[in-house]
């Protein structure tokens, strides 16, 4: 197949980069609420400062449609492998001086580095995929995304029992793969790229996203529910595996069964060929998700827990390729103008990881980790429920008003 497509090569060789840089991403994701946490012993303002690294995304959501129109996925991994270096060089010094100054500029490095993979992900997707390939090619490079996921916090337990110096060197090791492998697959005819910082207008793009809000309202807000609970498994969630893990030795698997079953259904779902109902499916799979995140909460046993979280992460498995196959059909609608789009669909993830970390803090703080994991799965099933009776069959968007855009 690789060597007979040259769609898949390209697939393949995206998804080898994105997993190096993903892994060295996960390390990162489990260590940075830990050592808050441990350092401020607080997960309400923990909560707070991961929400500002999605505050810093948001506004990077604002000016890279327009900085960035004519950047190409290349430079755009470049750029996030950059980032991420820097990220954890930060985070290593906050263990030095631990610091809220110092978070702080860790999430804002953070934040960016998100927005660019981020866009290098659509950029990537709309140009090279075939429409009837992109559920498929999103559930593919899943494989690599949550396998990367799901190995970050046995590789990041292991390291930083060992000292940040080698954590910090494995963190740089990885990166330096991506980039070898960025290097390597360097194309022959590069079209021309121009960054111009000139053009960036914030005001003008939130009027942009206003319009299509309109539109594309039901995919904005499955990404805004998956947000939450993306958000809740990496402040919450990572707080609560390392104390299962103290108490039992089954307990670090918490965290990364929410990402095994993407490893496991990325297969399966790479031979998806769906053309349409994209949206309610993902709102129907949203909706089982709740229920056993609710579940979470009637049984204090690791192995119960462990057992919901599977089933949860099962349905959320699901919704990720059909989302973004909903969101990737409608940039290939757009023609340049696509990046808005890009812009806007992660300003719903960023949105989230704004709004939902304290909320999850002040939850935590109330009732605990493990029932925060059940009131989370009562508002996504609330959620889910009233998405299916309201959302219309097909997506319109405005195109006139689209091409009077410059």
């Known amino acids: 197949m690789f060597k007979t497509d040259p769609v898949w090569t390209k697939l393949l060789t995206f998804s080898l980069i994105l997993f190096f840089i993903r892994l060295s991403d996960s390390i990162i994701a489990f260590w940075a609420p830990n050592q808050i946490q441990n350092s401020l012993n607080n997960p309400i303002i923990m909560g707070a400062i991961i929400s ?102 046995f590789i990041a337990t292991k390291l930083l029992s060992s000292g940040i110096l ?70 919450v969630g990572a707080v609560w595996t390392e104390k299962l893990s103290l108490v039992n030795p089954w307990g670090v698997w918490f965290l990364p069964l929410y990402l095994l079953p993407s490893i496991c259904l990325g297969i399966p779902l790479s031979n998806w060929r769906i053309e349409n109902g994209k949206k309610k499916l993902a709102e129907k799979f949203l909706g089982v998700a709740g229920v056993f995140f609710i579940l979470i909460g009637i049984n204090s046993s690791i192995q119960w827990q462990l057992a919901m979280v599977a089933l949860a992460a099962s349905a959320v498995a699901v919704c990720y390729p059909l989302l973004e196959g909903v969101y990737t059909d409608i940039l290939t609608r757009m023609g340049s103008e696509k990046k808005d789009m890009i812009g806007l669909t ?61």
């Open 52 to 153: 500002f690294q999605s505050l810093v995304g948001f506004a990077s959501d604002l000016v890279f449609p327009k900085i960035f129109k004519t950047v190409h996925t290349r430079r755009l991994f470049f750029w996030a492998i950059l980032l991420s270096a820097l990220t954890s060089v930060a985070l290593a010094s906050s263990t030095l001086k631990p610091i809220i100054a110092i978070f702080i500029v860790t999430m804002t490095l953070w934040g960016i580095y998100y927005e660019l993979v981020n866009f290098a992900n659509f950029q990537f997707m709309s140009t090279s995929i075939p429409g009837n390939m992109r559920a498929a090619a999103w559930g593919f490079t899943g494989i690599f995304v949550n396998l990367a996921y799901f190995l970050g916090p």
């Open 166 to 235: 080698i954590t910090q060197g494995t963190i740089i090791i990885f990166l330096v793969a991506a980039l070898i492998i960025l290097s390597v697959g360097k194309k022959k005819n590069e079209t021309s790229e121009t960054v111009d910082f000139g053009s960036a207008n914030p005001l003008l793009e939130l009027k942009h996203w206003a319009t299509l809000s309109k539109a594309v309202w039901p995919a904005l807000t499955i990404g805004l529910l998956l947000g939450f609970i993306d958000a809740t498994f990496y402040t």
């Open 346 to 406: 992660g300003s719903a993830l960023n949105i989230s990881y704004i709004i939902w970390p304290v909320f999850a803090g002040l939850i935590s703080a109330r009732v605990g980790e493990r029932m925060t994991f059940s009131w989370l799965g009562v508002m996504i099933l609330v959620s889910s429920l009233i998405l299916l009776l309201v959302t219309p069959r097909k997506i319109k968007l405005p195109q006139t008003e689209i091409k009077t855009w410059e």
